[in-house]
């Protein structure tokens, strides 16, 4: 079995070291393959994160899969469905945290969508 790997990409410098860590694992178990989750569309991402992903791509041909952006989907359902699609039945290997930094303190706050309160 191919290791499978998920990175759940934030818009800052945590989404981007996801991102590289990911294009690290897929050079260094060349079978692996590679899903990104955005939290936002990647045009709303920091540079570092998009050069990141570019260069992703550019390695990955073939073994990577973008699931939509977490804030397009919105609701838990949609969110549940477009991993499934992502990673079947079978789940993945490992999950790589971009979102949350070491200077996060639990517990961690609900997002606050404007018109949502």
Known sequence: NRPRFLAIVGKGHNGGDAVVTMRRLLKTFPPARACLWP???????RPNVIRARD???????????????????????????A??????????DACVDG??????????????????D
């Not at 939290?39 to 991402?45: D, L, R, S, Y």
């Not at 073994?63 to 919105?74: D, G, H, K, M, N």
């Not at 200077?103 to 997002?111: G, I």
């Open 99 to 116: 979102l949350l930094g070491m200077q996060c303190k639990p517990p961690v706050r609900e997002s606050r969508h404007p018109g949502h």
């Open 39 to 45: 939290v936002a569309p990647w045009e709303e991402c």
């Open 55 to 81: 260069e992703l791509l550019e390695l990955a041909k073939g073994r990577l899969t973008e699931i939509e952006p977490a804030s397009v989907l919105q609701s838990p359902e949609a969110m549940a469905r």
């Open 83 to 92: 991993l499934h699609e992502a990673c079947g039945d079978r789940g993945f």
